[in-house]
């Protein structure tokens, strides 16, 4: 049997998980994305074809002898992001701990590796696999040699063979090169001949059998137009030919024995650590398994299978457990759900005391007893999303008197920037347990055998956790602020806020109506019908129909994205159409639309879910639906919130939104005087910068300068560069600079004091808010330009965010609690970043609008004011 041997194009499948995947990070802030996807797609290879001999190649550098033959080619490319290019050694690393060999070599790039090799390796009798996602590499499929050619994310992959290339597109792979040099290749800057793309250089190949063939009879050719760019730009494909070829005889030795696999089990999981790829080992394992060492006692030590429940479910049997947790004064509790909504109920629950557990299913006789053990004070109790147990609750009409700790919401606090917080990797990271999850990780949410051991793991973690929040100054902020969120928030879930559903309605019939509209008009301005969707119609039509100025080029074509189309306004009629329908096509399939659909039928409302432990900084998220990323300042933004309306025994919505509290935190936090001072005699912060900064009286400045004071004002919060700036502002980057100098030179206690958490971040590798909220810098010293610059930024605006963050919080315990305490039927409903919506009855609204202002007005302490206004409205919208 031959050896088979498998070359990756390392820097294709790197570019291709990075983009395929969202962005992933660890706890520490390290981008793992495209170190995960290449990873996946590393161990899918490994297994499926058993590989003998393993190589990955890369580009090392962007000067090549391509570059110096042209040099355009490659020219357009921007640089590679910061975020991916940080990766790239950590994917050399992985590639080291798992002994496989990469390759790379100044003035040529990975493509010229894979040939040199595939070609090499076929000559000493090796089976040979070239995995890829660049199409380049179909010349090199020969007797031998097959190209396994990436197609959708990361999972998919088409083999490609002589037949499979010439069913798809009826060529050799001789052909496919003389294909590039007619058509060239946009995305590498290869210029090819004007007017040939690849149907007709195909149907050329497929005539005259060579580029050559096609060049030297150009009479013979099919159109006049083509004849003659065919002649002018002859030189110009055999340049494009040239450039497109791989090469095949670098000065690269194979030796078979030098590419085996030899991977080192210690340093893999030491990897695996590092970028929490927490279930990637036991793969690992498996697909070594028997050719690597691997400490069986030390696995089978730490390994846990689920086991079948004792399953309590007589009343009888709940109350002994009730009188079990009140004798011993705690309670663990896991909570199962159908789905993860704030109307799905329980489907069954875990109880663990003192080491027992026992699992109890809604469909119980006595389950009704688990509420009452839930309501007793007494016992004090120890969950795992504890908002599921309250949303329960309420449900029943019932409440819960005895929960003090939420370990996801722990865990939440001592790593903030973790991509989410399952049981079982807190598990494995805090006790070293790993557990065997047959059917993979949705079954975790259905199966009680799961939910007994998530109880007892629950109790095993408390007083971890319950030390380590301690340890890093924690407590307070999780005691005070965020456990009594928990309740607040399940009360916003349950109660919802109503929609109109007709007036959504009435909205969804003119939008389509306008939309209808707009695309005759569009269709008329154009002088045809097309796919307005379809990027690649709408740029032939804007730039090859009407001629429009090309602003920018993707690896496809043209590029329509909306910043594009703006930057296009004005040069055509059809510009200005297209935004609009645009705007109102996003606004009905993703508002109108997707909100009806959440709309509960019974109720008329729509019940998001609040999401307490996503964000790094300590900002709420919602989902289903998100109602945080409705636009604030547009007419979209003022619509969709006219839709939403008091509902049944209410007459009025309520919004109490902070005064620029970022900027009121920063003057606080920073001590500076003229910040002090222009908050402590309510002047208008942007005015006042703006006169700052552009040396005039506060009496002249314009509501241009104003609205650039702006910019600078919140830029300097998220450490905004010159180039931000200018770009933010529309001014060059020269002035954009001045600007930011001027700034510092007024406010010189701002700038004093980013210095100094800076250089704290340096010393402690974290920062902290003014309430203790912590934030791992990892990157903070880090010798990578970029990756110390966003760590630098990050430590700039954590402290100003974060503390926003726990100011809207604390005022929302406050409000939420007075409101009950009042004896109010009026209620919380939404908070969105720094506002408050409330749904008031029309005879409390004085006194809510007071108790609301005061509670945010007073939530915290600062050295300057915090400032709250109130609205009210017959919708969302009015009160605005």
């Not at 150009?218 to 730009?233: A, D, F, M, P, S």
Request: glycine share 8%.
């Amino acid at each position: 049997m031959p050896q088979k041997l498998i070359i990756i194009d390392g820097s294709s499948l790197v570019h291709r998980a990075f983009h395929a995947l969202p962005m992933l990070r660890t706890a520490g802030g390290l981008y793992t994305n495209a170190v995960y996807g290449f990873t996946t797609m590393l161990v899918k290879l490994l297994t499926d074809y058993k590989p003998d001999l393993l190589a990955v190649a890369f580009d090392k550098g962007r000067v090549t002898f391509r570059t110096d033959t042209y040099q355009q080619y490659k020219a357009q490319r921007q640089a590679t992001p910061c975020e991916l290019s940080e990766q790239f050694p950590l994917i050399h690393e992985l590639l080291g701990a798992f002994g496989i060999v990469t390759l790379e070599e100044q003035g040529f790039e990975a493509d010229d590796i894979l040939g040199t090799l595939a070609a090499k390796a076929v000559k000493q009798g090796c089976e040979v696999l070239i995995v890829t996602g660049d199409r380049d590499a179909l010349q090199l499929i020969g007797p031998g040699t097959t190209v396994l050619l990436t197609r959708k994310g990361i999972s998919e992959m088409a083999v490609m063979d002589a037949a499979a290339l010439k069913e798809k597109y009826g060529l050799t792979p001789a052909q496919f090169i003389d294909m590039k040099g007619l058509m060239g290749d946009t995305s590498d800057n290869i210029p090819g001949v004007p007017g040939i793309g690849e149907k007709t250089a195909i149907k050329l190949l497929t005539q005259f059998g060579s580029m050559e063939n096609v060049l030297a009879n150009i009479e013979g050719v099919t159109g006049k137009k083509l004849q003659e760019n065919l002649r002018q730009y002859a030189e110009q494909a055999v340049l494009s030919k040239r450039l497109a070829t791989i090469v095949c005889d670098m000065p690269l030795e194979f030796v078979p024995a030098n590419f085996t696999i030899n991977p080192d089990r210690d340093a893999v999981k030491a990897v695996f650590a590092k970028f929490e790829f927490k279930n990637m080992l036991a793969k690992f394992d498996v697909l070594f398994a028997g050719t690597i060492h691997a400490d069986a006692a030390e696995l089978a030590a730490k390994t846990v299978e689920l086991v079948a429940p004792v399953i309590v479910s007589s009343r009888s049997d709940i109350e002994a457990l009730h009188l079990a947790a009140r004798k011993q004064g705690n309670l663990c509790c896991y909570p199962l759900t159908a789905a993860h909504s704030p109307l799905a109920g329980l489907t069954g629950i875990a109880l663990t005391c003192a080491g027992k557990t026992a699992y109890i299913p809604a469909t119980a006789e006595g389950w009704s007893a688990v509420f009452d053990i839930l309501a007793d004070s007494s016992i004090t109790l120890t969950a795992y999303d504890a908002k599921q147990l309250y949303n329960a609750c309420r449900l029943r009409g019932t409440a819960i008197n005895c929960l003090v700790s939420d370990l996801l919401i722990a865990a939440y606090l001592l790593d903030p920037t973790a991509a989410s917080y399952p049981l079982a990797t807190l598990a494995e990271k805090y006790l070293g347990q790993t557990i065997v999850l047959p059917g993979g990780d949705k079954y975790l949410t259905t199966k009680p055998e799961f939910a007994v051991w998530a109880g007892g793991i629950i109790e095993q973690l408390r007083a971890a956790f319950a030390d380590s929040l301690v340890n890093a100054g924690l407590d307070k902020l999780f005691a005070q602020v965020e456990m009594p969120l928990v309740e607040a928030l399940s009360a916003m879930e349950i109660t919802g806020i109503k929609v109109d559903r007709d007036y959504l309605q009435e909205m969804a019939v003119s939008i389509a109506g306008k939309v209808e509209q707009l695309l005759g008009e569009i269709y008329q301005l154009a002088g045809e019908e097309f796919n307005v969707n379809s990027t690649k119609q709408l740029g032939i039509i804007l730039y090859e129909k009407l001629k429009l100025p090309i602003i920018k080029k993707t690896k496809t074509g043209y590029s329509t994205d909306a910043e594009v189309l703006e930057k296009l306004a004005g040069e055509h009629p059809l510009i200005d159409k297209l935004l609009e329908y645009r705007q109102l096509t996003k606004l009905k399939s993703t508002y109108l639309d997707g909100l009806e659909i959440l709309i509960e039928p019974a109720t008329s409302r729509i019940h998001t879910t609040f999401n307490q432990t996503v964000t790094a900084t300590g900002r709420l998220s919602s989902s289903e639906p998100n109602l945080q990323n409705i636009p604030i300042r547009t007419d979209i933004g003022r619509r969709i919130r006219e839709l939403f309306i008091p509902g049944d025994g209410y007459q009025y919505i309520m919004a109490a939104d902070y005064s620029q509290i970022e900027l009121r935190v920063l003057a606080h936090m920073a001590g500076d005087a003229s910040l002090l001072e222009a908050f402590r005699h309510n002047q208008d912060i942007h005015t006042r910068t703006a006169a700052e900064v552009f040396g005039i009286a506060m009496a002249d400045v314009t509501a241009e300068l104003r609205a650039r004071a702006k910019a600078v004002n919140f830029g300097i919060v998220y450490g905004i560069s010159d180039f931000g700036l200018a770009r933010d502002i529309g001014v060059s980057r020269k002035e954009a600079g001045y600007y930011i100098e001027s700034y510092f030179a007024k406010y010189q206690g701002v700038k004093r004091y980013i210095d100094e958490v800076v250089a704290g971040a340096h010393r402690d590798g974290y920062v902290t808010t003014l309430f203790g909220r912590r934030r791992q810098l990892p990157d903070i010293n880090s010798s990578n330009f970029n990756q110390r610059s966003f760590a630098e930024r990050t430590a700039m605006n954590t402290p100003i965010q974060g503390a926003a963050a726990d100011i809207i919080k604390i005022a929302m315990n406050h409000v939420y609690q007075e409101l009950k305490a009042a004896g109010l039927k009026s209620r919380l409903l939404l908070q969105v970043h720094d506002e408050l919506v409330l749904e008031a009855a029309a005879d409390e609204l004085d006194q809510v609008a007071k108790l609301v202002k005061n509670a945010m007005e007073q939530a915290v302490e600062l050295s300057v004011p915090l400032l709250a206004e109130v609205k009210t409205g017959r919708n969302w919208a009015e009160a605005k």
